[in-house]
């Protein structure tokens, strides 16, 4: 098929299958008095207004079929019938291309592939025979490459970010670790410019960076007082603790992942370490998948993958020798030689070797081989398919055992029904893409408007909005992408309620204290980063609690954030521009905190702000703090580490008559 042919099928071919789409295209350019191969701009636009429009509203609504084809009608007007159609047909130049483009992938099925098609094609071309199905293949597996290219961009991308912004927060520490890292990062940059992965270097920084951040947060220690004990004791603080433990989750998630991508095809083959695999995902969201357990299963999946070779490259071998007794076609060929690179280089070769099985199965049938090898071709083409479909292949698991089954029996096989079954999960997948992008929109704008505050919350919302974006523009998602695609969108939209959250906590904080008293507190939290910077120790391990969870009502609000944030806040005048309380002498209000809990008084929006400002001053070695807005007077008293009593009231006299001796001792 022409490349201007191709279009329709590259760009609605996760809507329609792809030989359905040809089929269409095909009939719709013979009943005009035309061909495929010689289709110009104003018949495809004419096919695809019509006949294509038609056939997608069997699968999805009409208004998602007609955004669709008003896509490919824009993509055709951009592009002239030369530009589309450079002379492939005749030439193996592009497919030489794409293959240079992506040699560095070489542990890519679709690359090891390609290398067969090209050898196949050349020693075609030099006999005289048609290679147009070949070059047409190899454009295939090319388009494929690029969409996996683009969607580890996107990802490499995001990584790139966060490494950036960690950096940032642990540059202040030096060392060689800090040194190493920011050498990574600018590796990572320059091969992102030059759209190039390197999933190593991610893997290394990710470690680096992983290790700095939890030396950081190992480094905020309390002295305390204990009588039992001749000296002080060293303790980590509960805040700390609970960050470093959240760390050493995400990390443990990094490091699942990451063991998911380079066994994806040891797990695809192995539906019971899928099962087990699924089983150490669901450890991580009940916060309990450790680092040790995900380096044992990396372990475990690289014995299994050992033994999983040594079974295919006997299985090849076995099927070299029964199919070179016969004539080889040039689909045999290709199989076997992409099966022969994969697994030279330590990859597994499960689809090649399913379609070689099959080839010599309807081999030795005899009867109807080319027909028996065509239909297990289309099958292992709906099979492929149906994995980057959501819930497509469960649906097509047993139609497709019952279709091979017959075919072993020699029977005649329609897989219609397969393509049906495949295209309407295609239509559910679409409108869950149209979902997800309409979320991603509403993010993006929510983001654009509160992108001025200041805070970690927001930066890191604005991290995930320019992937969002990026996410946004890919085409057709493969199942991993759409995967990154949904848990990007629920991390933002988390990330916005928080935002809302910590926003309104601001307001209510800086009405309640002024500006000026903010000024002063932003002052206390600048000097603890910097003293968290200058001790922090090497990276080192050590046993840790986790302090007793507390279920919030609201999105958690860190001092960090929230005053942040208040720079942004609406700022109530000072004391000598508002008017004088007029309001009857109030009594005392109290509270007391243990660590940045309110143990007792009223839970105030205020108070929670003040919480946190307690936390800090703990950690700073403060004991006594006062304060006054423009109505009130604060007091706060701490006689052991992490406890504070708290007063307010209108005046200082009030205050000390109403609480004083409270707040000195106790006791009322």
Known sequence: ??????????????????????????????????????????????????????????????????????????????????????????????????ARRFSLYFDWPETQRLRGVLSVARQEEKEGRDISALVQEGQNLIDTMDRRLQEGLVEQGQDLAELRATFARVQGMGGKDV???ETLIGQIDEAQKQATLLPGEVERARNLTFNLRKALESSVVQTVENPALPTSATILDPDAQARVLALEQEHAAQQLASVERE?????????????????????????????????????????????????????????????????????????????????????LATDELQELQAMQTALSAGVNARAQIETQRELLDIERSARDVPGASADL???????????????????????????????????????????????????????????????????????????????????????????????????????????????????????????????????????????????????????????????????????????SAPVTPPPSEMPAPTAPTESAETWTFEGSQIRQGAHTLAAQGLATLLTQATALGLHRLDMGDATHV?????????????????????????????????MP
């Open 179 to 181: 040194r190493r890292l």
């Open 1 to 98: 098929m022409a490349t201007l042919g191709r279009l329709p099928v590259k760009m609605l071919g996760d809507l329609v299958s792809p030989r359905a789409l040809e089929r269409i295209l095909q009939d719709a350019a013979q009943a005009r008095g035309g061909q495929l191969d010689t289709i110009d701009p104003g018949m495809l636009e004419d096919i695809l207004k019509k006949e294509v429009f038609k056939r997608l509203q069997l699968s999805v609504p009409a208004p998602l079929a007609k955004k669709r084809v008003s896509e490919v009608l824009n993509e055709l007007l951009k592009s002239t019938q030369e530009r589309l159609l450079p002379n492939q047909l005749s030439s193996l130049l592009g497919l030489e291309e794409g």
């Open 263 to 347: 066994f994806a095809a040891l797990l695809q083959a192995r539906p019971e370490l899928r099962e087990r695999h699924e089983g150490l995902r669901a450890l991580h969201q009940a916060a309990q998948l450790t680092e040790d357990v995900v380096t044992g299963w990396r372990e475990d999946l690289k014995a299994e993958r050992d033994r999983l070779l040594a079974e295919q490259r006997a299985q090849l071998a076995r099927l070299e020798t029964e199919l070179s007794q016969g004539q080889a076609g040039a689909d045999t060929r290709i199989a076997l030689d992409s099966a022969r690179h994969l697994l030279d280089s330590g990859s």
């Open 634 to 666: 604060w007091s706060a008293r701490s006689t052991v580490p992490g406890e504070w009593r708290v007063g307010r009231a209108q005046n200082w006299t009030d205050l000390d008559e109403q609480v004083g001796a409270w707040l000195d001792t106790g």
């Open 397 to 567: 698991a047993p139609l497709l055992a019952d279709a091979r089954a017959a075919l072993a029996r020699g029977e005649a096989v329609d897989a219609g029904l397969l393509w049906s079954v495949l295209e309407r999960r295609m239509g559910a997948a679409a409108q869950e893409r149209e979902d997800f992008d309409a979320r991603a929109d509403r993010v993006v704008q929510e983001y654009d408007t509160v992108r001025h505050l200041a805070g970690e919350t927001t930066q890191r919302l604005g991290r995930l909005a320019d992937t969002l974006r990026a996410q946004r523009r890919l085409g057709q998602l493969s199942a991993q992408a759409r995967e990154r695609y949904a848990q990007t969108l629920t991390d933002a939209e988390a990330l916005l309620t928080e935002a809302h959250a910590e926003y309104r906590a601001a307001q209510e904080v800086t009405s309640t204290f002024g500006q000026d008293a903010l000024s002063g507190l932003l002052d206390v939290f600048d000097f603890e980063e910097n003293s968290l910077l200058a001790a922090s120790p090497e990276p080192s391990s050590f046993p840790l609690t986790p302090p007793t969870p507390v279920a919030p009502t609201t999105p958690a609000v860190t001092p960090a954030s929230l005053f942040d944030t208040l720079l």
